[in-house]
């Protein structure tokens, strides 16, 4: 009886039609074709009509004898100011999202942001190697959200911009405890 299912399958198998595979659709040889990146896709386009074309450019031989060097009042009033040319690093102990450990680099951040003039503050969360990846995401987001939120709370209205890096973009290794300390951690850049 099995051997009778065999051959009753075998034959079915045989008699499928196979499905027809498409040709392979060629473009008219009467044009210029281009690859455009349109509509978050990458596409074939006619070269001039759909393809977004190049803007003219012109060339400066020289620089002008007087240049404008009208400034605003604003941009004098903040030259001098320096930025921080590094990040601010913000460490977090395992599992946490509240800097009990980094509160000295948030107020280290506070006097920064309150001396300084900046457009935007961008707020990074890390993690370490330990746990699965929704849950580093989840955790890296929830520190960055604690430190925007501490600052809020202390009167930095600033835009802010907050990215989750779990399991992302090391500063140590995550082999030793020491490693892993150093990984859990928001990066403020400002």
């Given at each position: 009886m099995k051997l009778r299912h065999w051959i009753l399958l075998a034959l079915t198998g045989c008699a499928t039609p196979d499905t027809p595979i498409e040709p392979w659709t060629e473009l008219p040889a009467k044009r210029n074709y281009g690859i455009a990146w349109m509509n978050e896709y990458w596409r074939i386009c006619d070269a001039g009509d759909t393809c977004f074309n190049p803007t003219p450019k012109t060339r400066v031989n020289s620089l002008p004898a007087?240049?404008?060097?009208?400034?605003?009042?604003?941009?004098?009033?903040?030259?001098?100011?320096?930025?921080?040319?590094?990040?601010?690093?913000?460490?977090?102990?395992f599992g946490q999202s509240n800097p009990k450990t980094g509160m000295n680099q948030l107020e280290e951040i506070l006097k920064l942001l309150q001396q300084?003039?900046?457009?935007?503050?961008?707020?990074e969360g890390y993690t370490d190697s330990?746990?699965?990846?929704?849950?580093?995401?989840?955790?890296?987001?929830?520190?960055?959200?604690?430190?925007?939120?501490?600052?809020?709370s202390r009167g930095i209205h600033h835009p802010v911009t907050i990215e989750a890096r779990g399991k992302?973009?090391?500063?140590?290794?995550?082999?030793?405890?020491?490693g892993r300390a150093m990984n859990r951690r928001v990066e403020v850049h400002f």
């Open positions: 007087h240049p404008n060097s009208t400034v605003s009042i604003d941009n004098q009033k903040h030259s001098n100011r320096l930025r921080p040319a590094s990040p601010v690093i913000v460490n977090f102990s300084q003039y900046t457009n935007m503050i961008r707020i330990t746990g699965s990846l929704q849950y580093n995401k989840w955790l890296a987001r929830s520190r960055a959200e604690s430190v925007a939120a501490w600052l809020k992302c973009c090391y500063k140590a290794s995550n082999d030793t405890e020491a």
